[in-house]
């Protein structure tokens, strides 16, 4: 177990797919996150997907399609981070980060 986790140091924020936008498909991806103990992103799998509704609430799903998981594992796969500490050496640990998509209201 890490004395320090990692920590978010350059965020890639994903492009909202064309296909999604057409549909204006509100939805949100966690995506967990292997760090190695450079900070790069090693390995990175959707955890959870919600699709967002117009009155505000979330409802997960098992899926979602227009492009969103793949830009959502895209973008964590070209962030960066501050690699995890234990007894003052970088080491490898694992994370997750969680984005959203969609006009901001519906």
């Known amino acids: 177990t890490p004395d320090t986790n990692a920590r978010l140091f350059r965020a890639?924020?994903?492009?909202?797919?064309?296909?999604a936008r057409?549909?204006?498909?509100?939805?949100?991806?966690?995506?967990a996150v292997q760090v190695s103990r450079t900070g790069r992103v090693e390995t990175a799998t959707v955890l959870k997907r919600w699709r967002l509704?117009?009155?505000g609430g979330a409802y997960q799903v098992p899926r979602?399609?227009?492009?969103?998981?793949?830009?959502?594992?895209?973008?964590?796969?070209?962030?960066r981070f501050r690699p995890a500490q234990h007894n003052g050496?970088?080491?490898?640990s694992q994370t997750t980060l969680t984005f959203e998509f969609g006009p901001a209201e519906p």
Not at 64 to 79: I, K, P, T, V
Not at 89 to 92: M, R
């Open 22 to 31: 057409k549909h204006r498909i509100r939805a949100r991806v966690q995506i």
């Open 64 to 79: 979602l399609d227009h492009g969103l998981e793949e830009a959502a594992l895209g973008a964590a796969r070209r962030s």
């Open 53 to 55: 509704s117009e009155a």
């Open 12 to 19: 890639v924020q994903p492009t909202y797919p064309a296909a």
């Open 89 to 92: 050496a970088p080491v490898a």
